[in-house]
């Protein structure tokens, strides 16, 4: 039987990023080694200046992840109700993107948080996965949605999307128009985007991503990841490198 592309992915994330949880809506990546990168930075909100300059970076960085013909697996987390605070006007322009090219599969499941205390009914949400190359993505249109969402432009795009590389160990995720995280196994795999777009990074964060991307660090760190691997011998169907 042929495993479910959730099954590929939760195997991968069990090898690679153990600390994450795809059951946490606002948080599911966790891991040390990323970088966290400003966008918008201090231009005005909703002017067509902070928007250029929100697609300019986000694009840049994410052709330094991932190559176009790269299978990539698009995660999407999507909340039920209208958005309270930004409304979502557009709620199917996210799939309409993606319907526009081939795709080589597609899943979905219902997850369910537990219950907090005062919660009347445990809060639940809809789960999309999309496996195709980087470059049937539509990924330039996806990152313009998102920085248009919160800034009440049309089209928006309100759920939360990851691009993730299983082969490759990285994660992209571009919350809103002022950031974006990328997730690695190793930071081999983007200390090259440290190196080259330091002044983007967020200030509030640079003395906890130095600590992990100095140059000696990253040779350390790859020396521990690889003991840590052969210690686990933790079966799993992603490469790892």
Excluded at 22 to 48: E, K, M
Excluded at 132 to 137: E, G, I, K, R
Excluded at 145 to 150: D, H, L, M, R, V
Excluded at 200 to 226: G, P, Q
Aim: net charge negative.
């Amino acid at each position: 039987m042929t495993p479910t592309l959730f099954a590929e992915l939760d195997a991968c994330l069990a090898a690679r990023f153990p600390e994450s949880d795809l059951a946490q809506a606002a948080a599911p990546f966790i891991h040390d080694v990323h970088l966290r990168f400003d966008l918008g930075g201090q231009l005005p909100n909703g002017s067509d200046e902070r928007l250029a300059q929100v697609a300019s970076r986000a694009a840049t960085i994410i052709a330094g992840c991932f190559a176009p013909a790269d299978r990539l697996l698009l995660l999407v987390n999507d909340w039920p109700g209208p958005d309270a605070m930004f409304g979502d006007t557009t709620p199917g322009h996210l799939y309409q993107l993606l319907g526009r090219h081939a795709v080589l599969g597609t899943d979905h499941r219902r997850v369910t948080m537990p219950r907090e205390p005062g919660d009347d009914e445990p809060y639940s949400f809809e789960q999309v996965l999309v496996a195709a190359p980087f470059a049937n993505l539509a990924w330039r249109e996806i990152l313009a949605g998102i920085a248009n969402y919160e800034q009440g432009r049309e089209p928006g795009i309100g759920q939360g999307v990851y691009f993730i590389a299983p082969e490759n160990g990285i994660v992209f995720h571009m919350y809103d128009d002022r950031g974006f995280l990328v997730f690695a196994d190793d930071p081999a795999r983007i200390a090259h985007l440290y190196r080259a777009h330091n002044d983007w990074i967020v200030d509030h964060w640079r003395e906890a991503i130095d600590a992990v991307f100095a140059t000696r660090r990253v040779h350390r760190y790859r020396k521990l990841s690889a003991d840590r691997a052969l210690a686990a011998r933790r079966p799993s169907r992603c490469a790892v490198g």
